[in-house]
C-alpha cells in the first residue's frame, strides 16, 4: 500500500526516532529501539525539523539556545560597522538579520519557560539598543516604542492568534480545526456563549501551555 512505499523512500542513515513527553515520565521510558529494513533507528533527544529545534520534553531551551547564538553573531557583525552606518540603515539591517529569527515558528515553541523568554527579550533589547545606537541608560520600553516593535511576550501572542485566526477562518489545518469543540455544539439552545469555544479540563500545566488551549482561552475572551 501507500505506507510500504513511503516507508521505502525512507533513508536509513537520515531517520531517527524521538520520544516526546514531559521531561520527568521521557526520563524513565526505556529506549524505543526501533529498527528500519533491519537496521537500529537512532534515538535522539533533539532533532532539527525545517530550522525548528524540537527537543523531547518540549521546552524549547535547545531552539531558544540556537536563535540567540543566532542573533548574537549578527549582532556582532552589524557592531562592527555600527559607526559607518547611518541610523536609518542600522535599523534596516537589523530588523532584517534578527527580528525573522525571533518570530520564525513563534506560535509554536511560544509556551516556553519564562527563561527562555527572558533570554530572547535580552537579545532583543540589545538588537534595539544597536539599531538606534542608545546608551544603556535608555530605557527598554522607549527603544521599543521608537522602532515599533512588540517585546517578545507580545510578539508571541500577535503571531500565535493570528495563526489561530487562520485556522478558525480556514478550518486548515484539519489536525487543528477538528480538535475545536464549540459551545453551540454541547447544547440545543442558542446562548450567548454559543460562538465560544469550549475548553477541557486541562490536566496538567503543560495542557494549559498548549497552543490550541491558549488561543481557545483568547479567542473566548474577545467573543
Not at 527579550?121 to 544603556?136: E, H, I, S, T, Y
Not at 440545543?188 to 469550549?198: D, E, F, N, P, V
Amino acid at each position: 500500500g501507500s505506507l510500504d512505499r513511503d516507508v521505502q523512500k525512507l533513508n536509513n542513515r537520515k531517520t531517527k526516532t524521538m520520544l516526546v513527553g514531559t521531561a520527568k515520565k521521557t526520563k524513565k521510558a526505556p529506549p524505543m529501539e526501533l529498527e528500519l529494513r533491519g537496521q537500529p533507528l537512532e534515538q535522539c533527544p533533539t532533532v532539527k525539523l525545517l530550522g525548528l529545534h524540537i527537543d523531547q520534553d518540549l521546552t524549547w531551551d535547545n531552539h531558544t539556545t540556537h536563535t540567540v547564538k543566532k542573533c548574537n553573531r549578527s549582532l556582532a557583525q552589524v557592531g562592527r560597522v555600527k559607526e559607518l552606518l547611518p541610523r536609518r540603515q542600522r535599523i534596516a539591517i537589523v530588523n532584517a538579520l534578527i527580528i525573522p529569527h525571533i518570530d520564525y515558528c513563534c506560535p509554536v515553541w511560544g509556551n516556553t519557560t519564562q527563561n527562555n523568554i527572558r533570554r530572547l527579550q535580552v537579545v532583543q533589547n540589545r538588537a534595539a539598543r544597536l539599531a538606534l545606537g542608545c546608551d544603556r541608560d535608555t530605557h527598554v520600553d522607549t527603544m521599543l516604542k521608537t522602532l515599533g516593535w512588540l517585546t517578545i511576550r507580545d510578539r508571541i501572542q500577535q503571531k500565535s492568534l493570528a495563526t489561530f485566526r487562520r485556522i478558525m477562518l480556514t478550518k486548515q489545518p484539519t489536525v487543528l480545526y477538528d480538535k475545536i469543540t464549540f459551545q453551540s455544539e454541547t447544547h440545543r439552545y442558542q446562548t450567548r456563549s454559543a460562538g465560544m469555544i469550549r475548553l477541557p479540563k486541562p490536566k496538567s500545566n503543560s495542557q494549559k501551555r498548549r497552543f490550541l488551549y491558549r488561543m481557545a482561552q483568547e479567542w473566548n475572551n474577545t467573543a
